[in-house]
Structures are given as structure tokens and as C-alpha cells.
């Protein structure tokens, strides 16, 4: 098989341009995917295809099925960490969580701050 090498410059928005000899070389299209392989201190790029499920072969589909959903073994995220000794605190409560409790405490406030502006 004949090596063959294209220069792509990294424009400003870190786009590369594939040239058109590339993409017929290829078999590629405007709107396809490649899957960028980073190895060591070189990259591949792989072709991509897509395929909709119903074309897929049984088994692979199948297998694809199973995959999807709960499983009996899933445990709520609480449960796993107690099981390996997370113990949390009010501190750490994530962001989104503190803006939710903010957000109620001052809507519980609400009613009372307007209650004593029209007494």
C-alpha cells in the first residue's frame, strides 16, 4: 500500500481543512466524521461510518439492546458512596444544589417580605 501525505494547517479557530485529494482518497463526504487517534506523540485519523440500528445485524443489535437501560446491579449514586466511605458536608454540597436551596429560601421569604410592605 502507497503512503501518501497531506500538509493541514491549523487555522485560527484550531479548524483543519481536509484538501480534496484527501477526501476522495477516502471515500469521504462533507458532513462525515473521522475519529482523531492520538498515539504517543502522533495522531491517525480514521474514516467513520454510521450506521442506523434497524441495519444492523441481529446479534450485534442485540447486544447493543442489552446494554441500554438500568440494571439490576445499578445503585443510587448515595448508596455508592457510603459503600466506599464518602461522608460529604454541607460544604461540599455542588453548586447547582446551593443555587436550588438559595433559590427556595428566598422564595419562601417572598411572602412574608410582601405581607409586611402592605400591612
Given at each position: 500500500?502507497?503512503?501518501?501525505?497531506?500538509?493541514?494547517?491549523?487555522?485560527?479557530?484550531?479548524?483543519?481543512?481536509?484538501?480534496?485529494?484527501?477526501?476522495?482518497?477516502?471515500?469521504?463526504?462533507?458532513?462525515?466524521?473521522?475519529?482523531?487517534?492520538?498515539s504517543g506523540d502522533h495522531a491517525i485519523?480514521?474514516?467513520?461510518?454510521?450506521?442506523?440500528?434497524?441495519?444492523?445485524?441481529?446479534?450485534?443489535?442485540?447486544?447493543?439492546?442489552?446494554?441500554?437501560?438500568?440494571?439490576?446491579?445499578?445503585?443510587?449514586?448515595?448508596?455508592?458512596?457510603?459503600?466506599?466511605?464518602?461522608?460529604?458536608?454541607?460544604?461540599?454540597?455542588?453548586?447547582?444544589?446551593?443555587?436550588?436551596?438559595?433559590?427556595?429560601?428566598?422564595?419562601?421569604?417572598?411572602?412574608?417580605?410582601?405581607?409586611?410592605?402592605?400591612?
Amino acid at each position: 500500500m502507497a503512503t501518501t501525505q497531506f500538509r493541514l494547517p491549523i487555522g485560527a479557530k484550531r479548524q483543519v481543512t481536509i484538501p480534496a485529494a484527501c477526501m476522495k482518497l477516502l471515500a469521504l463526504e462533507e458532513g462525515g466524521e473521522l475519529l482523531l487517534e492520538v498515539s504517543g506523540d502522533h495522531a491517525i485519523l480514521h474514516p467513520m461510518v454510521s450506521v442506523p440500528r434497524r441495519d444492523l445485524p441481529e446479534e450485534l443489535r442485540k447486544k447493543f439492546l442489552s446494554r441500554q437501560g438500568e440494571k439490576e446491579s445499578d445503585i443510587p449514586l448515595s448508596e455508592f458512596l457510603g459503600q466506599i466511605g464518602y461522608k460529604g458536608s454541607k460544604k461540599s454540597k455542588p453548586a447547582v444544589a446551593r443555587a436550588r436551596s438559595e433559590k427556595s429560601k428566598a422564595a419562601d421569604a417572598e411572602p412574608l417580605a410582601h405581607a409586611a410592605a402592605t400591612e
